[in-house]
């Protein structure tokens, strides 16, 4: 039995003021919502002020990025995964659609940060996805299995055991073009398949495989419907309190 995860993902987005008066508004909505582990990852400068906030309450705090290894160093404007853990995270995401467009993100360093962010505790949500290009020339699976296999494949099971996966269709991202429950349903599938072949039947159906993709309160309850759907990354949707905690009591 997995407990479905609903993660928001802040962007770049919120001040230290305005994350405390987000909580303020946000823990209320949630304080009965056991069905699910709940986390936000805000900017890196808000990560403070939330798990200050988020303090006994269920609510983990994530970040947006980390970088490939734990041992400080001279790596101007990157954050150890230890320091996050050190900040109070217990989440990153990893390999987020805008970073691989816009700041070079690949499949090696996805690997290398999730490894980093494993060996500090963290759990990483691993972001994969195609773009729309990718899935109009029927490549979808392609591209996953190429993810799959270049971030994720190469991790050892004791690793794998401790990551979620999110599946995020590039064209459905801060679009409103949310993928049907029967479109999300047969990548989770697949994505679920590819780790049963390299992880084992056991591995993969423990795993936590998220969707992202303009999920709102008016489509969550649809996709959380589809058996291998175990949560959301949201993105537009988690800055507001009361969207976000509508979409966790689906
Ligand atoms: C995201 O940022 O991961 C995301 C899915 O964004 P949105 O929900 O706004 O599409």
Known sequence: MRTPLIAGNWKMYKTPAETKEFFSRFLPLVEKSTHADIAICPPF???AAAVEAAAGSRVGIGAQNCYWQNKEGAFTGEVTPAMLKAAGCAYVIIGHSERRQYFGETDETVLRRTRAALEAGLTPIVC???LLEEREAGRTNEVLQRQFEGGIAGLSAEEFARIVIAYEPVWAIGTGKVATPETAEEAHKFLRSLAAAKFGKAAAD?????YGGSVKPD????????????GALVGGASLKPEDFAAIINF
């Open 206 to 210: 423990a795993l936590r495989i998220l």
């Open 128 to 130: 994969v996805g195609e």
């Open 45 to 47: 400068v808000d990560i």
């Open 219 to 230: 489509n969550i309850r649809g996709l959380m419907a589809q058996p291998d759907l175990d």
